[in-house]
């Protein structure tokens, strides 16, 4: 069994556990002991923290590096999107590589190169020279999100795989909301180099341990498909078309509050959307050929899978139109300071922080459909009722609305990748991770399109526009719950067939 593949095709339930058990140490038939399960966990931790972190760290540097390198704004943007355009584009060509070279070896590689290129970015003495830097680094980033998911998968046994996924939602949540603080931090004692420099002990540091902790998983077995082929031109589209919509969209974000839409943007998210209409008809062709596709239009057919997939872009969309509109709404149309709007708003990631555990302890115990819908439910509300804010209302008026939003957050979100990445076949693990990182970069996308859409038809005077845009999220999170809730026809019909 040496050569046996961490999983097998879909249906063959015990083949496949006892497959991925082949791909761990010695004597662990499903997952890894405790201490070494521990020393793994804190490698996946680490990476996916320096990931997210360095994903937002830097807005708030953006002004000085503009200045000591002698660039303008709409320049020094690009220090943020070459990192953002580069995970996004290669979260699924390197969830395939996982599929056929291992997760372990990927995430590592990931990890390789995001401290390097982190040294080349504080070292970078010239605009396009750390634009460069920051995209190799979204390259190494992208490495370390599409495989994580797939080793906590195989790092937890069955049983206890929806507290891992929980943690791992937990590091996420808590790492976004922590790059401002982080970023302020640093620049009040030192110069925005060192917002790199702090990745370079952090890299040696999980690379080190992860080539003593991370498990093995050998290539599929003989009968199985192998991973994604590399077709240059299938990774050229995968990129083009995420490039094409995030930068469509980013700029409709910049641009869009000042009155109509830019053309510009709006021609590029229209091309963005016909190459990947091109890029999914060849995704699908491949699979008709026997082929496993880069985009995994194969998985899209698991009814589980694609209500998950829907669900999650719908929750992130509706979260990223209320946090981009959450300032617009404290500091204009209710007059709050900076100060106060930043506290106002931190009840709703905190409460997702609190949550999240809670929600990983009740995965195997309510249904993952159940509790995503409860829990899209208590968001709608949420959303609803700061739509329904009145201009009078107090800290305490703002801040359970804020805790409500993250609450329901928090109960969808680790159910709901739970599903994700259980629903896959074990061999797919990889494309079920790279997935789940994609839909949540793809909702905070489309979120973000819709705000500027509002803004540029409405205005952003007088909370009009805010409360447009909370209603919008209040339905974008109905829809998230509606998927999620019929995840459980499909769901028990699974259940009924295994057992047979």
Not at 16 to 28: F, H, K, L, M
Not at 122 to 140: K, N, P, Y
Not at 298 to 326: K, N, T, W, Y
Not at 391 to 413: E, I, K, N, P, S
């Amino acid at each position: 069994m040496s050569g046996a593949a961490p999983g097998t095709a879909p249906g063959a339930g015990k083949d496949s556990i006892a497959a991925a058990a082949a791909s761990r140490p010695a004597g662990v038939a499903d997952g890894l002991e405790p201490p070494e399960r521990g020393r793994a966990m804190l490698v996946i931790i680490l990476g996916i923290a320096v990931a997210v972190l360095d994903g937002s760290i830097m807005n708030l540097a953006l002004p000085t590096i503009a200045r000591e390198l002698q660039a303008g704004a709409p320049q020094a943007i690009w220090v943020v999107n070459a990192y953002q355009i580069a995970t996004l584009g290669m979260l699924l060509p390197l969830a395939a590589l996982g599929e056929r070279i291992g997760y372990r070896r990927v995430y590592l590689l990931g990890m390789g190169l995001f401290a390097v290129s982190s040294l080349g970015a504080m070292l970078a003495s010239s605009l396009e020279v750390l634009i460069a830097a920051r995209a190799v680094q979204g390259l190494g980033a992208a490495g370390i999100m599409s495989v994580n998911a797939a080793l906590v998968r195989m790092i937890y046994p069955r049983a206890r795989l929806g507290q891992g996924l929980a943690l791992n939602s937990l590091v996420v949540a808590a790492s976004s909301v922590a790059g401002p603080s982080v970023a302020a931090a640093i620049l009040s004692v030192s110069s925005w180099p060192m917002l790199f420099a702090i990745n370079l002990p952090l890299g040696v540091a999980t690379l080190w341990l992860g080539r003593r902790a991370l498990p093995f998983n050998p290539p599929p077995a003989q009968g199985a498909k192998a991973g994604a082929r590399f077709s240059v031109l299938d990774v050229g589209l995968n990129m083009l078309m995420f490039a094409l919509v995030f930068i469509g969209g980013d700029q409709l974000g910049v641009h869009g509050g000042s009155g109509g839409l830019p053309a510009g943007a709006a021609l590029m998210l229209v091309a963005g959307l016909a190459v990947g209409a091109v890029y999914l008809r060849r995704q699908v062709r491949a699979e008709r050929r026997g082929e496993t596709p880069l985009f995994p239009v194969d998985l899209l057919r698991i009814p589980v899978f694609a209500l998950s997939m829907g669900a999650s872009v719908a929750a992130f969309c509706a979260q990223m139109l209320a946090f981009l509109a959450l300032p617009f709404l404290l500091l204009e149309a209710h007059g709050r300071s900076h100060a106060e709007a930043g506290l106002l708003i931190t009840p709703w990631p905190l409460a997702i922080v609190a949550v999240a555990p809670l929600a990983g302890r009740l995965i195997g115990r309510v249904a993952d459909g159940l509790l995503g819908g409860i829990g899209m439910a208590m968001l709608a509300l949420g959303l609803v009722a700061l739509a329904l804010l009145p201009q009078d209302a107090g800290a305490f008026g703002v801040v359970w609305r804020m805790a409500l939003c993250g609450v329901g957050f928090a109960l969808f979100q680790s159910p709901n990748n739970h599903t994700i990445v259980t629903s896959a076949p074990l061999h797919r693990s990889g494309a079920a991770g790279g997935m789940l990182s994609t839909a949540r970069l793809t909702g905070q996308t489309l979120g973000a399109v819709l705000l500027a859409v509002i803004f540029a038809v409405q205005g952003t005077h007088g909370g009009h526009a805010e409360a447009v845009a909370f209603w919008l999220a209040a339905g974008s999170a109905a829809v998230a719950g509606v998927c999620s809730v019929l995840r459980l026809g499909p769901a028990r019909a699974a259940g009924a067939g295994s057992g047979h």
